[in-house]
């Protein structure tokens, strides 16, 4: 599965973006699509997960603020961020995961919030 990420740039704090990922390639076998997160000096970290039937997962920092969508007839998966804060500058990556757990990753795309 190829992923191709979006939406990505600087905002201020209290801003909104939308992080958009297409799939390609053999996406009958994808469950599973997320969008993780690495900041500089940190492990990357789940931001956001939904699966094939709808059902999402969310990490506590981001709930309330962000959501996740996902069309599987366009094989797209969307990340609506608001109430951006600087602690959300990261590099933010689009990964699908298939029913065997094997996954893919896209290529990130930076995400910016100043203060």
């Known amino acids: 599965v190829q992923l191709q990420a979006s939406g990505g740039g600087l905002v201020q704090a209290g801003g909104s973006l939308r992080l958009s990922c297409a799939a390609s390639?053999?996406?009958?076998?994808?469950?599973?699509m997320g969008w993780y997160r690495q900041a500089p000096g940190k492990q990357r970290e789940l931001v956001a997960g939904?699966?094939?039937?709808?059902?999402?997962n969310y990490a506590s920092s981001v709930l309330g603020r962000f959501t996740i969508s996902r069309d599987n007839a366009k094989n797209t998966v969307d990340l609506q961020m608001n109430s951006l804060k600087p602690e959300d500058t990261a590099i933010y990556y689009c990964?699908?995961?298939?029913?065997?757990?094997?996954?893919?990753w896209g290529q990130g795309t930076q995400v910016t919030v100043s203060s």
């Open positions: 990964n699908a995961q298939n029913y065997i757990g094997s996954q893919d």
């Open positions: 390639g053999s996406i009958f076998s994808i469950n599973y």
């Open positions: 939904i699966n094939k039937l709808g059902m999402t």
